[in-house]
């Protein structure tokens, strides 16, 4: 960073600051003397009011993890392979089999729940489609995670401290045990200590913590915190029916049932609150947050079910130069995510189709453009199970129907995924 960022920049002595500094990603993967150096920099460049972002993997969630990182970094030094990473990987289906070939491994309850975990976390690393992140989560020299009580540390010795996380965060009624509530509140009565006894008690892995000056008087109450968000919008991803069965006969049930009903649509916070019984409904999010983060988001903007009719709706206009990009470009380590930036498995096909839901053409129209280019192609239609053709499409008639199918469902998943905008 030379004589650092400020003179870098020519703004060491001028009278710039910003209300907003955002750092996703990075301080867990920088060494020390660079951590030091971006706290500087937010002390001295961060407005008096400002905030800053900060996401980081915390302890003890990665204890496990490091487990199968250190593997991973071994096999890769260790292998006569010129291709490294993948032999990182191959070394995590070894060690699946390996866990459970080994005769003298005695399978008590303990070894029992050490292999289980550590092949969960293998599969979870093996399953993930988005190789680059493994590269930077795994296989990267630096990979610190910490306790967030290190963190308030090191960020108080800048002159900064915590405000909260980005994410709803739990509070002592979570426990549901008065005695475990009175237990909690006695020995750990500090907002500090509150936040690390949950990561104690979740197994947190990774944080989104929001920061400021230490100056600033930092006051959270959480019995005003339904009032502070009542206009932010609750929403499901995708419409989970394993989720609705798990939720059944908990306190989870009527935030599930109203956001499985809604969606793909959102409710606000003060919608959900004549719906949901007030004091579960934080506790439901927070839960549904733990074990099913990827499912439900709580976002500022209202989100409605908008569906493709011609002169109605189309797609949005700026995603055009979005997918035009992915039309245009092919590339391993990019690809098209929705607007909860998930990853979606558009191909080339997929991406020219979406175009054609420009509010002009009729789902008529998409088929006829589908049936003929298959046509000009010089090929036929089929269906497939298991990833084996079970049957080829020949009737004209039978293609269209199969196409219009398709192009149904399609344009079904183009809603789901906020696709359109009405016109």
Known sequence: MGGGLSEFLNLKNSDI????????????????????????????????????FVSYNCYPGWKYLEIQRDFMRFSAAATPRDDKFQAALDSLTFKKVALDKMAYVCHDLYNEFRINIEKTHCDAILNTPNKSYLY?????????????????????????????????????????????????????????QKEQIFDFLNNSRFRNSIITHASNKIELNEEKM?????????????????????????????LVNALYEAYPASLSVKELGEIVPKN?????????????????????????????????????????????????????????????????????NTLETALKFDGKNSIDNIVKFIYEKFQKAEMLPTIEKDGKIVEVIKDKQAQIMHFRKLIKDFSKNLTNGHFFEKI
């Open 226 to 254: 339904l009032e502070n968000i009542k206009d932010f919008h609750m929403i499901f991803t995708k419409q989970d029916i394993n989720l609705k069965e798990r939720a059944k006969g908990t306190i989870d049930e009527p």
């Open 136 to 192: 930077h989560e795994y296989l990267e020299i630096c990979n610190q995670p910490f306790y967030f009580l290190d963190f308030v540390d090191d960020i108080g010795e800048f002159g900064l401290g915590y405000v909260c996380d980005s994410f709803i965060e739990p509070y002592y009624e979570d426990l549901n045990d008065k005695t475990l509530v009175e237990f909690a509140m006695l020995n750990y009565p500090k907002h500090h």
């Open 280 to 348: 579960d409904l934080l506790r439901a999010f927070f839960d549904l947050s733990n074990y099913a983060q990827i499912v439900i988001r709580l976002r500022t903007t209202k989100f409605e079910a908008v569906y493709y009719k011609e002169n109605k709706a189309r797609i949005k206009q700026n995603y055009i130069p979005y997918i035009k990009y992915f039309l245009d470009t092919q590339s391993e380590h990019l690809g098209v995510s929705s607007i909860f930036n998930m990853p979606i498995a558009f191909d080339q």
């Open 17 to 52: 600051k910003f209300d907003f500094i955002i750092m996703h990603g990075v301080y867990s993967w920088i060494p020390t003397f660079v951590r030091a150096k971006f706290l500087e920099i937010v002390r001295d460049f961060l407005a008096p009011q400002g905030i800053c």
